[in-house]
């Protein structure tokens, strides 16, 4: 099946999930290498084509945690469902170069009815063009595993409760040569989940210190900027936004209004310095972490338009039901 490398994009009402390619907006580069565990994936179909790119954080050396629409489409066709991720991990300030051969390849396969064709592998004939893409995409990853997004997850955004989790588990490192300026690279360090509870505590908080001048860090790769011009280097991106709410109808499940069961974190999502953030996620940081004190409480999951402004949403990971989905991969914190 023939594919381009797409975000995918969720639709309801005017929510949007941070499309498999959200990054982040307004950052700086990370490099200083401090989260060398951030990584970037793309998920491809049963024939290794690319179906769309995300971010997300390695836990473990066999584990990597992204959101669900990242590794799910449960209502996709069986040709189009990811059958694999592929993960690069960047250093520093270290920008991924797409390789040249996959638009080649791509522009090719647009101007035939040929579905079998192949963009990652292109034809074994030697006099034509249609070589096999080395690089990213396609080749050159560090890493490959097997995509599992949590079971309830559906497809769609049903706020509150989304389940938009999953993990790329059994993962595979793969030594190989530099390939297009990126060189093999397994981190030595690994993202920690924050206990539970973490963000119920934060929000509980009176005073100064409280709400808006809590600060969360973003990290991802994607989309810097949509407007007025699109910007979409493969680079390791990190921003600081501000904690907005994590008790709206957006957020919370309110049957219980005594115990509301509150499952995303609304964050500030625009440029600027100081409090309200110094940057924001868009369409590829899908699944990257959101940061407090340097732990995972939330994973980027949805936006409130295509501007990828006003407002973030992530969804937690500091709760009991995470970290069971966690606990069946292994991971114990």
């Known amino acids: 099946m023939r594919k381009v490398l797409l975000a995918l994009v969720a639709v309801l009402a005017t929510l949007l999930l941070a499309p498999s390619a959200s990054a982040v907006k307004f950052g700086t580069p990370d490099t200083t290498n401090s989260y060398p565990w951030v990584g970037l994936m793309v998920a491809v179909d049963p024939e290794g084509e690319p179906l769309w790119r995300c971010t997300g954080s390695l836990l473990s050396a066999d584990l990597f945690l992204t959101a669900g629409h990242c590794v799910g489409e449960p209502e996709a066709d069986p040709a189009d469902q990811p059958a694999k991720v592929y993960i690069w991990f960047t250093t520093g300030a270290e920008i991924l170069t797409t390789d040249p051969q996959y638009a080649i390849n791509l522009a090719y396969a647009a101007t035939v009815p040929?579905?079998?064709f192949n963009v990652c592998l292109g034809t074994a004939d030697p006099t034509d063009n249609l070589k096999p893409v080395l690089g990213y995409p396609c080749g050159g990853y560090d890493a490959w595993g097997l995509p599992q997004s949590y079971s309830l997850w559906t497809g769609h955004l049903t706020i509150p409760q989304t389940y938009d989790v999953g993990v790329?588990?059994?993962?595979?490192?793969?030594?190989?040569?530099?390939i297009l300026g990126h060189p093999y690279t397994q981190p030595?360090?690994?993202?920690?989940?924050?206990d539970v509870g973490t963000l119920d505590e934060l929000a509980s908080m009176t005073g100064?210190?409280?709400k808006g001048n809590i600060e969360f860090t973003v990290v991802g790769y994607g989309l810097q900027s949509v407007k007025p011009?699109?910007?979409a280097l493969k680079q390791r991106m990190v921003?600081?936004?501000?904690?907005v709410n994590l008790q709206s109808a957006l957020s919370?499940?309110?049957?219980n209004v005594d115990n509301p069961q509150c499952w995303n974190l609304h964050y500030s999502n625009n440029p600027g310095l100081g409090h309200g953030g110094s940057g924001g996620t868009c369409f590829g940081d899908s699944g990257g972490p959101v940061l407090y004190q340097g732990e995972i409480v939330a994973v980027n999951s949805f936006v409130l338009n295509l501007n990828c402004n006003g407002a973030g949403f992530g969804y937690r990971v500091d709760t009991a039901l995470v970290y069971a989905f966690l606990a069946s991969f292994g991971y114990t914190g």
């Open 229 to 231: 011009e699109e910007s």
């Open 252 to 255: 919370c499940s309110t049957a």
């Open 168 to 178: 790329v588990y059994d993962l595979q490192w793969t030594p190989h040569a530099t």
């Open 208 to 210: 100064p210190g409280s």
């Open 188 to 194: 030595t360090t690994y993202g920690t989940v924050a």
């Open 114 to 116: 040929d579905a079998s």
């Open 239 to 243: 921003g600081t936004v501000s904690f």
